[in-house]
């Protein structure tokens, strides 16, 4: 009898770049390893609050680094990743309360097409340097993402309601209690035990934890090129 699928969670802002080389890593292993993902937008902002951590580049010596280590990743994980022009507005001053929320949105009435607009605002700030604190930005990722214009505008006009933002408070919430000081975050349920990795660089050990064979960052059954 075949193993039911353990449950994996991601945790994760699309203000985060790590957190999107997480994300295509796990998607391209959903589908390889025995697991159900669930992907769980939260708001990064509120983590560093909460854990009393900073964000790293504010330390000249780790800017330095973080932009190098992007440029490898971008080649290593085959994402098309490059830091904005203006790293610290677009981190620092935009942030990415509204974006987060509408995917917060998305995936309590439209959680099929999650991965997908998740995906495209992750393209529009961390790929070609666009702003998705502004509505237009945030329609025109869900529209390529494949909604349609109306329900799009649907979901954003809800973005303020008490439901969209409890529920990204309670999922923010939800990781801090697991002892998130950042994202991304994984998070496994094995043997009555709870797992949290932090970091994309932490999949090998995901699957070890899982028992899954770990083919690196691009599996070979793999198209990863976006």
């Known amino acids: 009898?075949?193993?039911?699928?353990?449950?994996?969670?991601?945790?994760?802002?699309?203000?985060?770049?790590?957190?999107?080389?997480?994300?295509?890593?796990?998607?391209?292993?959903?589908?390889?390893?025995?697991?159900?993902?669930?992907?769980?937008?939260?708001?990064?902002?509120?983590?560093?609050?909460?854990?009393?951590?900073?964000?790293?580049?504010?330390?000249?010596?780790?800017?330095?680094?973080?932009?190098?280590?992007?440029?490898?990743?971008?080649?290593?994980?085959?994402?098309?990743?490059?830091?904005?022009?203006?790293?610290?507005?677009?981190?620092?001053?935009?942030?990415?309360?509204?974006?987060?929320?509408?995917?917060?949105?998305?995936n309590l009435e439209h959680p099929e097409v999650l991965e997908k607009v998740s995906r495209e605002l992750w393209m529009r700030v961390w790929s070609r340097d666009e702003d998705i604190t502004e509505p237009q930005s945030i329609l025109a990722a869900a529209e390529k993402a494949g909604m349609s214009m109306a329900q799009a505008q649907g979901l954003l006009g809800k973005i303020s309601t008490p439901q969209v933002k409890n529920q990204l408070k309670e999922t923010t919430e939800a990781a801090c209690k697991y002892g998130a000081f950042g994202l991304p975050i994984t998070v496994v349920h094995l043997d009555g035990q709870t797992h949290m990795l932090f970091g994309s660089d932490r999949m090998e050990l995901l699957a070890y934890l899982l028992g899954e064979k770990w083919m690196g960052p691009v599996p070979p059954a793999i198209n990863a090129r976006l």
């Open 1 to 106: 009898m075949e193993a039911l699928p353990r449950t994996v969670e991601l945790f994760y802002d699309v203000l985060s770049p790590y957190s999107w080389l997480g994300f295509e890593i796990l998607c391209r292993y959903k589908n390889i390893w025995n697991i159900n993902l669930h992907l769980r937008p939260s708001l990064i902002s509120g983590i560093m609050k909460d854990s009393g951590n900073k964000p790293p580049a504010l330390l000249p010596r780790k800017a330095k680094y973080l932009a190098r280590d992007i440029r490898l990743l971008r080649q290593h994980i085959q994402v098309p990743i490059q830091f904005p022009k203006d790293f610290f507005s677009v981190i620092l001053e935009k942030g990415s309360l509204s974006a987060m929320r509408f995917l917060t949105a998305v």
